[in-house]
């Protein structure tokens, strides 16, 4: 009788769990991070952190450094995130997509810190940025499909110095690797697609210049690089096909409606220039 009791507590228990973690998504859908973050914080004091809750809760401390000015407010916020996660990063048991989740948001928080830290110019981003590729790399592992990963590393390549890094050619490699794996899986990835252009605008290459590296890629990733096209027509068609997924869509999350508006910001500057 102990032992039904206890199965039955436990059943119950993991039941309410589920549920608030359901919530958790569906708030984290709409975009209401507040929320998000006051819940799984609560769960984080009544009970010990499951991979489950540490990489939601990296999620949500991100975006609420996100809507902040100060900061040492947004340092803190990523501190809370990256403690809260750090004792799961060699997790061998979890599934693939959780400890995939849980390794992109401590590394985008981890990053977070030392970019408002200021770390990034200075001698230390020689041993930052390493870390934060050897992360990629253990989160691409953990799941070779999940998009998050690609798209931070394109990201964060197309932000570095060359020195520490950063790498124009394999940020398109990486942004389109994300754009695919998101189609394949049935993702959104209006908010990519938006942040892949603004850097696409960026890096303005000719399709003259593109084609002169195409003998230093290798055949794999050659796949992902687009052969026809310069920088300006990329973003051009990414600009549609923003416009297009988005028009569609009968619920946008709040990702999708960011990303959305600034794509429309971004399509006004490109439209001023031509």
Not at 140 to 168: I, N, R, V
Not at 211 to 222: M, N, Q, V
Not at 235 to 246: E, H, K, N, P, W
Request: proline share 2%; aromatic share 14%; glycine share 6%.
């Amino acid at each position: 009788m102990k032992n039904l009791f206890v199965s039955v507590f436990l059943f119950v228990g993991m039941g309410i769990f589920c549920g608030v973690l359901e919530d958790v998504d569906g708030y984290d859908f709409s975009g209401r991070y507040t929320e998000t973050y006051n819940i799984l914080k609560g769960e984080l004091a009544k009970k010990p952190a499951d991979i489950e809750t540490a990489w939601r809760f990296g999620r949500a401390t991100f975006e609420c450094a996100e809507l902040v000015k100060d900061n040492k407010e947004k340092i803190k916020y990523y501190e809370e995130a990256v403690k809260v996660a750090t004792p799961f990063l060699d997790n061998a048991t979890a599934s693939g997509s959780d400890r995939a989740e849980l390794i992109h948001w401590y590394t985008i928080n981890y990053a977070s810190k030392i970019k408002y830290l200021g770390l990034f110019g200075g001698e230390e981003s020689l041993k930052i940025a390493p870390k934060v590729f050897k992360y990629m790399d253990m989160c691409m592992t953990a799941d070779k499909e999940y998009p998050g990963s690609y798209f931070f590393l394109g990201k964060f390549q197309s932000e570095l110095p060359h020195f520490l890094g950063g790498d124009k050619e394999k940020m398109e490699i990486n942004f389109n690797k994300a754009l695919y794996y998101c189609k394949l899986n049935g993702k959104s990835a209006v908010l990519f697609m938006s942040e892949a252009a603004a850097s696409f605008y960026k890096r303005n290459w000719s399709m003259e210049k593109k084609k002169s590296l195409f003998k230093k890629i290798s055949a794999e990733d050659l796949k992902y690089i687009d052969k026809t096209r310069s920088d300006n027509e990329i973003v051009l068609s990414l600009l549609a096909q923003i416009r297009t997924d988005y028009q569609a869509m009968v619920n946008p999350s709040e990702r999708d409606k960011r990303g959305y508006n600034q794509s429309l910001l971004l399509a006004a500057k490109v439209a001023k220039e031509r």
